[in-house]
């Protein structure tokens, strides 16, 4: 009932930055180019953050 006040786990906080970095490079991909794929290029060390999360957690 009031899961807003619950706070996000670690996974969620990578998840919602992963998301936010994919979308920006996405953006970014019709004007420059060279920011586009450094923004996909932290969104990828994100990725490899939560598969580390993914594979502690079991």
Do not use: G, I, P
Request: aromatic content about 8%; hydrophobic content about 35%; glycine content about 0%.
């Amino acid at each position: 009932m009031f899961s807003f006040f619950r706070k996000k786990s670690e996974l969620d906080q990578l998840t919602d930055q992963y998301r936010a970095l994919l979308e920006e490079s996405f953006k970014l991909s019709t004007t420059d180019r060279r920011a586009s794929d450094l923004k996909r290029a932290e969104a990828e060390e994100v990725a490899v953050k939560m598969e580390e999360l993914q594979k502690n957690a079991k």
